[in-house]
Structure formats: C-alpha cells, structure tokens
C-alpha cells in the first residue's frame, strides 16, 4: 500500500457554523466548501491547511454515525484519513494483513472520493480513513 499523505483530519461538530469559528476565527483557515453526503447521513466543511484539510462533520440525522459519535464520546477529533495510491490494492493488503475493516469494499465519500474505514479495535482506538481521489 502506497500512502500519499495524511489527507484530512475528522473533527465532530454539533453545527457548522459554531464548529467554523475556531478554525476560521481563531485558526485563520478558509472555508474551502461544504457537501452533504445523504448515504453517510453527514454534512462535511473543509478547511486546506497547506496539502491535508480539516474536515468537520455534523450529522443530519439522530441515527447518523457522526450523532452516535457525538452521543457516546463528545465533539471532537474522530477520525484521521490517509490518502492512497491504489484504494483496492491497499484494501487487499489490509486483508491480508489480518486488520479488522469497517468497509470491505470501497464507497464514494465527499468530493466523490472513494473511501474506506478501517476498524478502531484494529489502529489502537483510531477511526482510520482510506480514500483516493480521482
């Protein structure tokens, strides 16, 4: 498996608009745009700082993940996301490999990205994102 870069950190936020405010106010990030991804019940803001993002994410559903999330553990970081050459390919290794994951197959996130979570009892505790662009 060939990794790009660290391509975005996840970050809970109860809305977007009061989530915005550090990273914008404080930070000085700019707001690269937002998308409201139906099947993962989520809507996601990004902020680029440098070639990775800040991406914070607010649920549009009581039953969506990023609620459960919210509900369980607070606002906050939730997942960090490695960029990769080949998502298939890293997929394959992985299960090879043995490592427990959320997705078998890969599923189109924000800005059409094909993404995959590995499982957090496999990472140490980590949600870890997979993703490749294009």
Do not use: Y
């Given at each position: 498996?060939?990794i790009?870069?660290?391509?975005h950190?996840g970050?809970?936020?109860?809305?977007?608009?009061e989530?915005?405010?550090?990273?914008?106010?404080?930070m000085?990030?700019?707001?690269?745009g937002s998308?409201?991804v139906?099947?993962?019940?989520v809507t996601?803001?990004?902020?680029?700082?440098?070639?990775?993002?800040?991406?914070l994410?607010v649920?549009t559903?009581?039953?969506g993940p990023i609620?459960?999330?919210?509900?369980?553990?607070?606002?906050?970081?939730?997942?960090?996301?490695f960029?990769?050459?080949?998502i298939e390919?890293?997929?394959a290794?992985?299960?090879?490999?043995?490592?427990?994951?959320?997705?078998?197959?890969p599923?189109?996130?924000a800005g059409?990205?094909?993404?995959?979570f590995?499982h957090?009892k496999?990472?140490?505790?980590?949600l870890?994102?997979?993703?490749?662009?294009g």
């Amino acid at each position: 498996m060939k990794i790009l870069k660290i391509d975005h950190l996840g970050i809970a936020v109860n809305s977007l608009e009061e989530g915005s405010k550090f990273w914008t106010d404080v930070m000085g990030l700019k707001l690269h745009g937002s998308e409201t991804v139906a099947e993962q019940k989520v809507t996601t803001a990004f902020f680029p700082v440098g070639e990775s993002e800040v991406e914070l994410l607010v649920s549009t559903s009581p039953d969506g993940p990023i609620a459960k999330f919210i509900e369980k553990k607070g606002a906050g970081f939730q997942h960090v996301a490695f960029l990769v050459e080949n998502i298939e390919e890293a997929l394959a290794e992985l299960k090879e490999k043995g490592v427990a994951l959320i997705d078998q197959t890969p599923r189109i996130g924000a800005g059409g990205c094909k993404i995959a979570f590995l499982h957090p009892k496999a990472t140490g505790g980590v949600l870890v994102e997979i993703s490749q662009r294009g």
